[in-house]
């Protein structure tokens, strides 16, 4: 079945180590995306990749970074993590030629802890 | 993109339908309306999605008054496995070459037997 792979699903860190997280698809979308939620928040979007174009929300730390090496690859780079970077991070994609940007799919998300 | 507005908590018994409303009052002319569904410690999941009137599919039903300035999700025959947060949105409309979508506080919906 056509997916959203997110590995790990559970990463532990310590602070200030850098961490990357891993997002893959087979659906072939254009559009990738890097979401942060926190306990009992709604998912706050990062950034995204619409192919090779980047667009980074204007809110979004420097802290994080993010790499998309081909259509199927994205990756979340966090440089410097602390304590108040544990979250769920949720990578999504969709397909604005076929159904548009509003239907996103997503993976099961990895949960991040900073010790 | 405009801001949306839904009940914080919502209880409800399995076998009833849930009506869930949420306020857009400043939604644009072209933007469309879109539902998730999200359970604990899962990705969000698409439910539905409209413009105007309404909109059915297996899931849930979508119903959007000619204003446009607020929608109501309905799921019927609710069972305890549709317990989740509901979230409302805003996005561009289909075709278009630039979006995102913004969740809003959400709304946790608890079923009970």
């Known amino acids: 079945d056509a997916m959203v792979i997110q590995n790990p699903r559970y990463q532990v860190t310590q602070f200030g180590k850098p961490v990357t997280l891993s997002c893959s698809q087979t659906?072939?979308?254009?559009?990738m995306y890097w979401y942060q939620q926190k306990s009992s928040q709604a998912p706050k979007l990062l950034f995204h990749y619409y192919d090779k174009d980047f667009n980074n929300e204007a809110d979004t730390p420097d802290n994080f970074q993010s790499r998309r090496p081909n259509t199927s690859f994205c990756f979340l780079d966090i440089r410097s993590p602390g304590l108040g970077d544990a979250a769920m991070y949720l990578c999504?994609?969709?397909?604005?030629?076929?159904?548009?940007?509003?239907?996103?799919?997503f993976g099961p998300g990895t949960r991040l802890t900073v010790l | 993109l405009a801001k949306t507005t839904q009940p914080i908590s919502m209880d409800s018994y399995e076998g009833q339908e849930v009506n869930i409303t949420c306020s857009h009052n400043?939604?644009?002319?072209?933007?469309?309306i879109t539902w998730y569904q999200q359970f604990p410690s899962q990705g969000p999941r698409f439910i539905i999605q409209g413009y105007k009137t309404k909109v059915t599919n297996e899931v849930a039903s979508l119903f959007i008054p000619a204003d446009r300035k607020s929608s109501t999700l309905s799921l019927p025959r609710v069972s305890l496995s549709d317990t989740a947060v509901y979230y409302c949105?805003?996005?561009?409309?289909?075709?278009?070459?630039?979006?995102?979508?913004?969740f809003g506080q959400g709304t946790t919906l608890q079923v009970k037997p």
């Open positions: 400043n939604i644009a002319t072209n933007d469309y």
């Open positions: 999504a994609t969709s397909n604005p030629g076929q159904t548009g940007f509003n239907e996103q799919f």
């Open positions: 949105l805003v996005g561009p409309p289909p075709g278009s070459n630039t979006g995102k979508l913004i």
């Open positions: 659906l072939n979308h254009n559009v």
